[in-house]
C-alpha cells in the first residue's frame, strides 16, 4: 500500500486546454466567427476540424429549437395550417425501404447491415448508400447521399430526427430482464423520440427499427424534418400527449396536500354541510398506515411507494423505525421533505371560481421526523439494493404505470423488496386509462393481481371510499379496494 498525503484536486479540463474531447466538460459551438462582429461570416465546427460553412449541412438543434422553427416558419408564411415535427409513424410512411439486390434481378431481402464487401461496393455512392457507421466522419450536405424511391434524403443516417411523439413502449414490448433500467425509466413524457440514425451510428443503431430517446433539451447528433398537412392536421392519426406531468402542477398539488392534510372542516364545506349531507369516507393516507400497522409483523422498515405528499410515511414513523418515501413527482417530493424539515407547509385551497383560501398543513410535532427519507423515483425501475422491508404500501399507483406487472415483480424474488414474512398493502380503483397503461396490461381483478404476485397470500381484502375535493362543490368519489398480501417464508427442506 502506499500512503498519500491529504490534497486537494480539480475535476474537469481547462476550456483552453488544446487537445481533442468535449464530452461532459464543455462544448463549443458548431459555428465559429470568422469575420467582424455583425457581418455573420462564419466557420463550421466538425467533429475533428473546422471547415469553411457548409450552407446544405443538416443543422444541429434540440427539440425545442426545431419546434421554433416550425412555429417561426408557419408565422412568416401566414399559414392557416402549422407546421410541425415529423411523427414516428410518418418516418416509416416516408422511409421506402431499401433492399439489397441479390444475383437474381428479382429478387430482394429486407433492409440489413451491410457486410465489409457490400460497404466497399457502396462507399462511391449509388442509389443504395446512406451515411451511417461512420462513412463520411462527419455530417455531409443533405443531397450528398441519393433521395430514395419517395424523394426523401436521409431518411436513415447523416444525422438523427426529432419526432414529436414521446418516448413510449410499443406494442408487445418488454423490458430486458437484465437491463430494465435502460427504456422503462424514459417512458416519463420528458424524452422525445430520435429516429433515422446518424453518420456516427452503428450496430442496433443503425438499423431500421432502431428508435431512441432523448430529452428535448439536449442536442445528438439529431437534426428535423418539417411536416404540413395537406388540409389539416386531422390527417395525421396520432395521438398526442399535453406535454406537462399532471402531478407536476401546483394545482395538484394543492389537491393532495388538501387530500393528505387537510381536517374535515377544512375538505367539507361547513356552510353546505348544513344542508347536505357529505358521504363518509376514509382518510386514504391514515387508512394505509393503520393496515401496515394491524398487519405487519417486524416493526423496523417500511417502504411508501408513491407516497406523493407523505402523510402515509409519517403517520408509520410513529410506529416503525425507518420509512422509505418513494414518488415519481418532483413537487410532490418537495413538499414533503419541506413538511420533515420545517414541521408545516402553507398551500391553496380552491373554493369557488376565482375564491381561494390559504390553508397549513401541520405535521404532529410528537413525530420523529429523523426517521423518514423521501427521495424521487419511478416504481417500475427502483434499485436492486433497494428490499427486504417488513412492508411496502402501494397506494392508487398501479394503473397509472406504463406496466403494473414490473412494479409487482419488484416485490417479490431474490432481490424482493418485501422481505420473507413481510406485508404488501395495496389499494387500486382500477382506473385504468389507456395514456398511463396499455390496455393489454391492464389487470382486472383481484386474480389478475394473485397470478403475478406468485410468492404471496392474500390475507385480507376490504372497500375503501374517499373524495378528492376539486373545489367546494365539486369531489371525485372514490372506492378504492385494499388488499393485503403476506409474502410466505421460504420452506425448510428436511
Known sequence: ???????????????????????????????????????????????????????????????????????????????????????????????????????????????????????HVLRDGNEYSWNNGLRNGGEVGVTHS?????????????????????????????????YDDFSVPCYDKQHHIIIGGSFISTGDEA?????????????????????????????????????????????????????????????????????????????????????VKRFAVGKDRVLDLGCAVGRTAFELAVTFNEIVGIDYSQKFIDAARHLQQHGTLEYTRKDQGMQKTRITAIVNPSIDCHRIRFEVGDACSLPLDLKDFDAVVLANVLCRLPKPSICLNRMQGNNGLVKAGGILVMTTPFSWLPQYTPSDHWLNSVKDI?????????????????????????????????????????????
Open 207 to 291: 438499423s431500421i427499427w432502431a428508435r431512441f430517446h432523448f430529452r428535448p433539451h439536449f442536442i445528438q447528433h439529431a437534426s428535423f424534418r418539417i411536416v404540413r398537412s395537406e388540409d389539416s392536421d386531422r390527417a395525421c392519426d396520432t395521438t398526442r400527449i399535453d406535454s406537462s406531468n399532471t402531478y407536476e402542477t401546483q394545482e395538484m398539488l394543492d389537491m393532495y396536500l388538501l387530500m393528505h392534510w387537510g381536517e374535515e372542516h377544512q375538505r367539507f364545506d361547513p356552510l353546505i354541510s348544513r344542508h347536505i349531507t357529505f358521504p363518509r369516507v376514509a382518510e386514504l393516507p391514515i387508512a394505509c398506515a393503520e393496515l
Open 1 to 119: 500500500m502506499i500512503t498519500l498525503e491529504k490534497s486537494e484536486v480539480t475535476l474537469g479540463k481547462p476550456i483552453d486546454w488544446p487537445s481533442f474531447g468535449w464530452d461532459n466538460e464543455y462544448a463549443p459551438l458548431f459555428w465559429v466567427q470568422v469575420g467582424p462582429s455583425g457581418l455573420h461570416q462564419y466557420q463550421l465546427r466538425m467533429i475533428f476540424e473546422v471547415i469553411e460553412m457548409q450552407w446544405d449541412a443538416p443543422v444541429c438543434v434540440n427539440f425545442h429549437e426545431a419546434k421554433a422553427y416550425c412555429a417561426w416558419r408557419t408565422e412568416r408564411e401566414d399559414s392557416l395550417i402549422p407546421y410541425r415535427l415529423l411523427t414516428e409513424s410518418e418516418h416509416h410512411v416516408a422511409k421506402a425501404y431499401c433492399a439489397w439486390r441479390t444475383e437474381r434481378e428479382d429478387s430482394f431481402i429486407p433492409y440489413r447491415l451491410l457486410t465489409e464487401s457490400e460497404h
Open 146 to 178: 441519393p433521395a430514395n424511391k419517395k424523394g426523401f434524403y436521409d431518411v436513415f443516417g447523416n444525422v438523427w430526427q426529432w419526432c414529436e411523439d414521446y418516448f413510449h413502449a410499443l406494442e408487445g414490448s418488454t423490458p430486458h430482464p437484465y
Open 450 to 494: 394473485g397470478d403475478i404476485l406468485t410468492d404471496f397470500d392474500l390475507i385480507h381484502q376490504e372497500d375503501i371510499p374517499f373524495m378528492i375535493r376539486e373545489h367546494r362543490r365539486k369531489f371525485e368519489y372514490i372506492i378504492t379496494l385494499a388488499t393485503v398480501w403476506k409474502r410466505r417464508l421460504p420452506s425448510i427442506e428436511t
